[in-house]
């Protein structure tokens, strides 16, 4: 294997620094600056493969600095720019990008997107990691652009009374990374607000380990399908 080395320029109030200092298309690549008066840091790294179960397990290094309260000092400005050509999930997300700041004690996500193949287009949007009573919490609004409605359907398994046409679909969610409770609530379905999906949410109790059973996903998703279709 060829040893790979960190370039970095350093002078009196400044810290700039690349990795790794060649860089092919099939390599990781992470790049920063660090003002020290005042401390500011800002960073940009781009992946092709991003495994965010790993970032968000409870023993990771980023989950131990949130606990810290570390990255929540008010004094402490950061800034970056997160991309990944694939995402290992349930099933591979492409084209992730994120642009992320922690400012005055609060972590924002500001935006995200994502691909799911050619099914779908994701946008994440309001993010706000917060530290409530020693537990993580994300709040934010996801937006769901229906590309391929057919193939959609047929990876879940639809039954065809149930096949709906739906081409956008916007909620807003509250995630307990401690807890692993999830609530999504003010569901939009083609800018039309649906009562009877948003009661069928308030009555789910849902956990973020019935998201990794394919079994249950499957389910799970034709059951709301059913609540829509009335």
Do not use: C
Not at 30 to 45: A, D, E, Q, T, Y
Not at 131 to 154: P, T
């Amino acid at each position: 294997n060829k040893k790979k080395s960190v370039n970095y320029i350093l002078k009196d109030n400044f810290l700039s620094f690349y990795y790794p200092t060649t860089k092919s298309d099939h390599e990781d690549s992470l790049n920063g600056l660090v003002n020290f008066k005042p401390f500011s840091l800002n960073l940009k790294s781009n992946f092709n493969k991003l495994d965010l179960t790993n970032l968000f397990n409870q023993e990771s290094l980023f989950i131990s600095l949130l606990k810290s309260k570390i990255l929540f000092n008010k004094n402490l400005s950061i800034y970056g720019d997160l991309i990944a050509k694939k995402v290992l999930t349930f099933d591979t997300l492409d084209n992730f990008s994120s642009k992320f700041m922690i400012e005055k004690g609060y972590l924002d996500l500001v935006e995200a997107k994502f691909y799911w193949h050619d099914y779908a287009r994701f946008k994440v949007l309001d993010n706000l990691l917060s530290l409530d009573n020693e537990n993580l919490i994300l709040d934010g609004k996801l937006v769901i652009y229906v590309q391929d409605l057919k193939k959609i359907f047929r990876f879940f398994q639809t039954p065809k009374k149930l096949r709906k046409k739906i081409e956008k679909i916007e909620l807003q969610f509250n995630y307990n990374l401690d807890e692993k409770d999830l609530n999504i609530l003010n569901i939009i379905i083609d800018n039309k607000t649906n009562n009877n999906l948003n009661e069928f949410f308030q009555e789910k109790n849902l956990e973020k380990n019935h998201f990794e059973n394919m079994i249950y996903l499957k389910k799970f998703i034709n059951e709301i399908l059913e609540v829509y279709s009335g």
